[in-house]
């Protein structure tokens, strides 16, 4: 049993050495070079991203026994609680002030468009029309505008000396509907967000369910360790990982976003495997739980946090969006009100979200 936990944990046990080395090769690879150190860099982020998959994998064993939405709830916030952690290490090696702007507009154009859009792309094409409970769709999507708006749009109006005072009022704001949207989850209306999929039967007569026959069993308790083990090592390397990365790009042509979308991919990796397997499974309502819920956690959870350290340290982010930045969120969401409105999606609402994906990477990489 146990050398079965070790082989099945290996990413994680070779997480350690790998910041063992980091650690005591640090000042080697700063000596070496910039090549030196974007390789390394590399080498940790691939090495966080398989931690964080392993994270993911035991939050969707946690998800399986408690069911949806529990279930996508714990794997986004597990997501989400990377992204925080990860970017919290970072500022302390970045003076960007636009970097957790940048963060949280990165994750929601991967979320919604990426995963979104990618999922519903590949299951459409296999399964055709694929149906999902449009009250879900709709719910994520009023309230992620609204906490975009709030946090990301207004504080362009916002004057400098009252900046603090918006600060914290966006704190208050983010939490109360953080509370109000997990009572709705997890209380009377946590209907919005499952469905009820037809179940399968063999051709002896015997109803089965595919999806939970692929459920891995574990104990809670040992997926509730590793999941704490896997977010201490992921901060560990992310250390390590922001210094090499800061000092590789330091004075060249990168786009200035870059780092930004280093930490959002990291922390939708997991999602992204996730969600193309229930796409291709014909279960698109985890897939809308998965790409609507990360989207909205990370703004909702992200922005008390880091305008808390603001506060603490006097020293304010700039969080308004930029204009090119406000038109791309505008146009997602109300693309995805669009396509999530009707309860079904198919390949050509996927194409739409995935354009929408593709018109981002090219303005990261022209520097919009």
Not at 58 to 81: F, N, Q, R
Request: glycine residues 8%; charged residues 10%.
């Amino acid at each position: 049993m146990a050398g079965s936990i070790l082989k099945q944990e290996r990413m994680l046990l070779l997480a350690i050495p790998a910041a063992i080395v980091a650690y005591m090769a640090e000042h080697a690879i700063f000596e070496a070079g910039k090549t030196a150190s974007l390789i390394a860099a590399i080498a940790l982020i691939g090495m966080i991203i398989l931690v964080s998959m392993r994270v993911a994998h035991h939050a969707e064993i946690l998800a399986a026994k408690v069911g949806d939405p529990y279930g996508t709830m714990i794997l986004t916030l597990s997501a989400v609680a990377v992204e925080v952690l990860i970017l919290a290490i970072i500022m302390s090696e970045s003076s960007s002030p636009t970097l957790v702007r940048d963060t949280i507009y990165s994750a929601v154009m991967i979320d919604i468009n990426g995963i979104l859009g990618l999922a519903a792309l590949l299951g459409g094409l296999r399964h055709g029309e694929q149906p999902y409970n449009d009250d879900s769709g709709k719910t994520y999507g009023v309230m992620i505008l609204t906490a975009m708006g709030i946090s990301m749009i207004v504080p362009e109006f916002i004057p400098d000396e009252s900046w603090h005072v918006y600060s914290a009022f966006t704190i208050v704001a983010m939490i109360a509907l953080y509370a109000l949207f997990l009572k709705m989850q997890v209380g009377p209306h946590s209907y919005f967000f499952s469905y009820a999929y037809p179940r399968k039967v063999h051709p002896a007569g015997q109803p089965s369910d595919s999806h939970a026959e692929e459920e891995e069993e574990g104990s809670v308790s040992l997926s509730i360790g590793l999941i704490i083990a896997g977010v201490v090592l992921i901060g560990v390397l992310a250390e390590f990982m922001a210094a090499f990365l800061s000092q590789s790009l330091e004075g060249t042509s990168a786009p200035p976003a870059l780092m930004a979308v280093v930490v959002a991919t990291i922390s939708a990796s997991p999602e992204i495997l996730t969600a193309l397997r229930s796409a291709l499974r014909n279960r698109m309502q985890a897939v809308v739980n998965i790409a609507m819920g990360a989207s909205l956690s990370t703004v909702i959870l992200t922005v008390p946090v880091m305008e808390g350290i603001a506060l603490y340290t006097g020293q304010p982010f700039i969080m308004a969006m930029t204009p090119v930045q406000t038109v791309m969120v505008f146009i997602t969401l109300i693309a995805a009100a669009i396509n999530l409105n009707d309860g079904e999606t198919n390949a050509i609402e996927g194409m739409t979200h995935f354009i929408l994906f593709a018109t981002f990477i090219m303005l990261l990489f022209l520097g919009l």
